[in-house]
């Protein structure tokens, strides 16, 4: 009995140490609980959990719906990520279920989305496609842009899946003019929109290749490195392995294999745990066409040692096996050659069972035609391989970082929106321009006023004032020099007038004043909105778009472009 105690004890500290590591990390911000929650997922299930159990913690203290669905998404997520789909099917139901209690339409979508992976993994891609259609639908009903482009996005992989080349080749077009043709604002920017659109060239690429048109295999190839960026070298990635793709069906071994070194250096997370199965067949194919039987084997078996493929993966692995059992033929190693064809021969079967295009008159050819090769090993036999159609697997790890990008996008979108409110309340309750903004300075340049008599300040105030009337603030020239000169004063005197009156320093002054033009004009003047950015910048005194915009977003907290596009729906 002792003992029994001893072991429930044990398990309530386990408890009670696991709540308050949530509790702990719940006290930090969204965003760092997200990097803990991103960095775990794939490589640590416990401390994953627990850190998507302190972001539902954190939305439920601030009362924030969309918050608790994140973090109940992240826990279905790495369920997944670990291939545990019966609890991440659990997950799904309880997210979809919150979505619907809570009216939020977009998780809705994401839901329904997450739920399709979950049975191409299984794999059911009858019912797959069923959930994409109506996360699909979801979006649309709702104006999600970018909820419609994951639908699309999730059912050009069961396509290629299926090897349906042709529909996948027409959705991902379709989902390439919906990111290509939507805006760039302080939400959807060109970070997230670039990395979108190579993600697309990336797949075409590959479908062109499967159709053998290397001209527009290689032109999308292409277009991936012209989104390069440094601070993403997953571009790089995408583009090396559609190289890879684009050499090997030309038959130009050296080449693929330069290019799948290549793509090593960059961005190993781009395709989750499967890269060393991944890599281990690519390695695998370039050997295999060039006859060297006994790499191919070797790279094909050390594969499987690197990573295990669960029971519901095997239907993926057809080809896999195929070419393995293939090699070893060649190698002389009649025994496990016939292990590794009867997987192929049972893969084959669960393989029908996904498509329904596989008839099983041909899987029994196939297999006749495989034992009559092991009576004449020494007979020359090269067909021409396909790629494994596991594609599917790698295809969700991308979208489910996809999916984590779309979170952080309406995180950003809700918190602009509050911002922009907050902002309208302080432009109605202004009785002056000067009331919207009105900054303080911790630090002041002169603190001490002393040797400053009233009258000198009271000249120095009439004559700001006159200034401010003038606008002369708008113009690039005005400095503190040329102030204390138009007012008869120097420098310093007005540094500390300015400092002593206003609570701010010179360039806070100014700055303010400018901004709180700017909102006021954009508020009022239609044509002023129509304005670029730069040309703005300009006309309330900045030299470039890039100052103008980095203290407008100081003051305001928002962007310039977000400011004027919303601007416009309430005037």
């Given amino acids: 009995m002792r003992y029994y105690i001893l072991l429930f004890l044990s398990f309530a500290a386990i408890n009670v140490s696991l709540s308050q590591t949530e509790e702990q990390l719940s006290q930090q911000s969204f965003d760092a609980i997200e990097d803990s929650i991103n960095k775990y997922m794939t490589s640590d299930l416990s401390k994953a959990l627990s850190a998507s159990g302190a972001y539902i913690l954190k939305g439920k203290r601030e009362k924030d719906k969309e918050k608790e669905w994140q973090g109940m998404a992240a826990i279905a997520y790495t369920h997944f990520s670990h291939r545990d789909f019966k609890k991440a099917n659990d997950q799904y139901e309880k997210l979809l279920a919150f979505a619907q209690e809570n009216n939020l339409p977009n998780y809705v979508a994401q839901s329904y989305n997450l739920a399709g992976h979950i049975q191409m993994s299984l794999p059911n891609l009858k019912e797959a496609i069923r959930y994409y259609n109506l996360s699909l639908k979801t979006a649309e009903n709702e104006n999600d842009e970018i909820g419609e482009r994951a639908a699309l996005s999730s059912l050009s992989y069961v396509y290629r899946v299926n090897n349906d080349y042709k529909e996948a080749l027409k959705i991902e077009k379709t989902t390439l003019q919906v990111i290509t043709d939507k805006p760039v604002d302080s939400i959807y920017t060109d970070s997230l929109k670039y990395q979108a659109i190579s993600t697309v060239n990336y797949n075409l690429s590959n479908i062109y290749t499967k159709l053998n048109q290397l001209d527009s295999a290689k032109y999308y190839s292409a277009l991936i490195k012209e989104f390069k960026k440094d601070k993403d070298s997953c571009y790089m990635r995408k583009y090396y392995l559609s190289q890879y793709d684009i050499a090997l069906e030309e038959d130009k071994y050296d080449m693929a294999r330069k290019n799948l070194v290549e793509a090593e250096k960059y961005c190993s997370g781009f395709e989750g745990a499967l890269v060393p199965l991944r890599m281990a067949s ?36 057809r080809d896999y096996y195929k070419n393995l059992a293939d090699a070893l033929t060649q190698t002389g190693d009649f025994e496990k050659a016939n292990y590794y064809f009867e997987k192929y021969f049972n893969t084959e079967k669960e393989y029908s069972k996904i498509t329904t295009d596989v008839s099983t008159s041909l899987r029994e050819k196939e297999r006749e035609q495989f034992n009559n ?51 309208l309340t302080k432009i109605k309750a202004a009785k002056t321009p000067s009331e919207i903004i009105d900054t303080k300075d911790e630090v002041l340049e002169e603190k001490a006023t002393s040797d400053v008599s009233n009258e000198v300040t009271q000249q120095i105030l009439d004559g700001l004032k006159k200034l401010e009337q003038k606008e002369y603030f708008l113009k690039q020239d ?79 907290g928002l962007n310039p472009s977000f400011y004027i596009k919303n601007i416009k729906n309430v005037t």
């Fill in 282 to 317: 690519r390695y695998g194919s370039i050997a295999l066409k060039e006859k060297n039987y006994d790499e191919a084997a070797r790279k094909f078996l050390q594969g499987l040692r690197d990573y295990q493929v669960s029971p519901e993966e095997e239907g993926y692995m």
């Fill in 478 to 556: 005005c400095n503190s020099y040329n102030v204390a000169k138009k007012i008869n004063t120097n420098t310093s005197y007005l540094s500390k007038v300015i400092n002593s009156h206003y609570g701010k320093n010179f360039n806070t002054y100014i700055n303010d004043l400018r901004i709180n033009y700017t909102i006021v004009r954009l508020k009022n003047d239609v044509f002023f909105r129509s304005f670029s950015i730069q040309a703005i910048a300009e006309e309330v005194g900045y030299k470039s778009a890039d100052s103008f915009t980095k203290y407008f977003k100081k003051d305001t």
């Fill in 373 to 423: 090769e092991i009576e004449k090993v020494k007979a020359e036999r090269e067909e021409k391989q396909s790629y494994l159609n596991y594609l599917l697997l790698g295809g969700s790890i991308i979208i489910l970082t996809l999916l984590f990008l779309l979170l952080k996008f309406y995180r950003t979108k809700k918190a602009d929106e509050l911002k922009f409110e907050a902002l």
